[in-house]
Nanobody, 122 residues
C-alpha cells in the first residue's frame, strides 16, 4: 500500500492550500479515507474523514467551516481543501485509509505515507 501526500507548503495566515493523496496498492473505492495531522510536540489528530462513496464527511471541531475533504474514486485520490489557515494549522498532514465501526467511529488502518508539511506563517 502506498499513500503519497502532496500540496503542502508555506502560506500566510488567512491563505489556502489544497492537499492531495494518491493511493495505490488497495481497492480505493471500498475504503473510508481521512486526513490526520501532527504538529511538533503534539499528538497526532484526526482532521477529517470521508465515506467510501464520498457521501458523508466528518471534521474536527476546529476545522469545521474551513476545511473540506473530498475524493475522486476514479483517480484513487483524496483531497483536503484548507481555507482561512491559521498558524496553529502548521503540521505534517497525512492521509489514511480506514473504516467505520458499529458506532460510526473512524478507525484507521496502519498504513502511513511520508506526509506533507504545511506551514502557516507571516
Amino acid at each position: 500500500v502506498q499513500l503519497v501526500e502532496s500540496g503542502g507548503g508555506l502560506v500566510q495566515p488567512g491563505g489556502s492550500l489544497k492537499l492531495s493523496c494518491a493511493v495505490s496498492g488497495l481497492t480505493f473505492s471500498i475504503y473510508a479515507m481521512s486526513w490526520y495531522r501532527q504538529a511538533p510536540g503534539k499528538a497526532r489528530e484526526l482532521v477529517a474523514d470521508i465515506t467510501k462513496d464520498g457521501g458523508s464527511t466528518n471534521y474536527a471541531d476546529s476545522m469545521k467551516g474551513r476545511f473540506t475533504i473530498s475524493r475522486d474514486n476514479a483517480k484513487n485520490t483524496v483531497y483536503l481543501q484548507m481555507n482561512s489557515l491559521k498558524p496553529e494549522d502548521t503540521a505534517v498532514y497525512y492521509c489514511k485509509a480506514g473504516y467505520y465501526n458499529g458506532r460510526h467511529e473512524y478507525i484507521p488502518y496502519n498504513y502511513w505515507g511520508q506526509g506533507t508539511q504545511v506551514t502557516v506563517s507571516s
